[in-house]
């Protein structure tokens, strides 16, 4: 028995974080229901994002048009701004500086009566980044904006990066959460979100065994990290089921 305990599989986040996870993820499906997990998930292929994809500002628009469909948001409520890109990151890599981002890639507000969600377009130089930043945007509109929940929570944040996951996207929002580059010209580095790697595997895994997936084919879209924190979460699952 002793050594069954030993080799259990481990959960990759602690307890604290795994409830919420567990009560998170089931509030969501309560409150948005269970047939968004019938869908097929939202991956970074030509059969969810097709077209030529240039980074243009044209583009990014296209791009929001097309998530606010998979976040089921009626594209005329929103007002949409591009802020352009202010050349910080490029010039940093020309000096041979170091570059660490922890700003926001997009923000949202209300603004006369209408949301409004601000994209970086820094963000077009990287497609799985954008991806990510415009669902959280949005998931700010489905909670904020309609009013299911306030900024008064406070744990607001986070729980708009799981929304992403219970609608599909999560597998952009786990590659996107850290990014580290180096290269002759700088290193840099970036953390897009409210959630770490180890916290979003074990999100993906509840989201996986929502959807009775004991071994989900889309797990080969994620990258090293998030993929092993998945597997990690899935073994841990299969033993120990979330109780809500």
Not at 215 to 226: D, F, I, Q, S, Y
Request: aromatic share 8%; hydrophobic share 40%; charged share 25%.
């Amino acid at each position: 028995m002793a050594a069954m305990a030993l080799f259990a599989p481990k959960c990759p986040v602690g307890p604290a974080e795994r409830v919420w996870i567990e009560e998170s993820m089931a509030w969501l499906a309560a409150e948005f229901g269970r047939e968004v997990l019938d869908r097929a998930p939202v991956l970074p292929t030509a059969e969810f994002f097709p077209g030529p994809y240039e980074g243009s500002e044209e583009d990014i628009r296209r791009v929001i048009a097309r998530l606010c469909g998979y976040l089921e948001v009626a594209p005329e409520r929103l007002t949409v701004e591009i802020e352009p890109d202010d050349g910080e990151r490029a010039m940093a890599a020309g000096l041979g500086l170091g570059y660490r981002s922890r700003s926001a890639a997009g923000h949202y507000r209300r603004e006369n009566g209408r949301p409004v969600i601000a994209v970086d377009q820094r963000q077009a130089a990287r497609p799985v980044a954008l991806v990510a930043t415009i669902a959280h945007e949005l998931g700010h509109v489905r909670l904020l904006d309609e009013r299911r929940i306030t900024t008064a929570r406070r744990d607001h944040e986070p729980l708009t990066d799981l929304l992403t996951v219970h609608f599909g996207l999560g597998v952009f929002t786990a590659n996107s959460a850290f990014d580290f580059r180096r290269s002759d010209r700088g290193r840099s580095s970036a953390r897009l979100g409210y959630l770490s790697e180890p916290m979003l595997g074990y999100a993906l895994a509840c989201y996986a065994h929502r959807r009775g997936e004991a071994k989900p084919g889309w797990a080969r879209h994620l990258t090293t990290n998030p993929r092993a924190y998945l597997r990690r979460s899935l073994r841990h699952l299969d033993r120990n089921p979330p109780s809500t």
